[in-house]
């Protein structure tokens, strides 16, 4: 069983930059890919990013891609989700994920979707004032 924790997240102004983290304990990561989502009130979550533990392959969402990008500390077990030029869009509550069932060839269409992730973070608010 894999537990994870964020952290990071707060109040910026827009035009700012955030770095989220992701600790992740309790178990091996080595099939599992890490995600991060968002969530706002009365909205399904939304993907950002996604990196293949195994590999440090990544994939990022359209909509956030140029200015979020995740990467990863495999010594510490830590994922990131660095974020730049936030916009009070952004405002959110920011979740990690781990989906420890994807094998390698399947990873990437898998990392989208939040119904592939088995573990969850209990998330971390980010808000972006304008």
């Known amino acids: 069983q894999v537990q994870l924790a964020e952290s990071g997240g707060g109040l910026v102004q827009a035009g700012a930059s955030l770095k989220l983290s992701c600790t992740a304990s309790g178990g091996t990561l080595s099939r599992a890919t890490l995600g991060w989502f968002r969530q706002v009130p009365g909205k399904e979550r939304e993907f950002l990013a996604a990196l293949k533990w195994s590999t440090g392959s990544t994939r990022s969402a359209d909509s956030v891609s140029g200015r979020f990008s995740i990467s990863r500390d495999t010594g510490k077990k830590i994922i990131y989700l660095e974020m730049n030029s936030l916009k009070p869009e952004d405002t959110a509550v920011y979740y990690c994920?781990?989906?420890?069932?994807?094998?390698?060839?399947?990873?990437?269409?898998?990392?989208?979707?939040?119904?592939?992730?088995?573990?969850w973070g209990q998330g971390t608010q980010v808000t972006v004032s304008a």
């Open positions: 994920a781990a989906d420890v069932r994807a094998i390698l060839s399947a990873w990437y269409e898998r990392s989208p979707r939040r119904t592939s992730y088995d573990y």
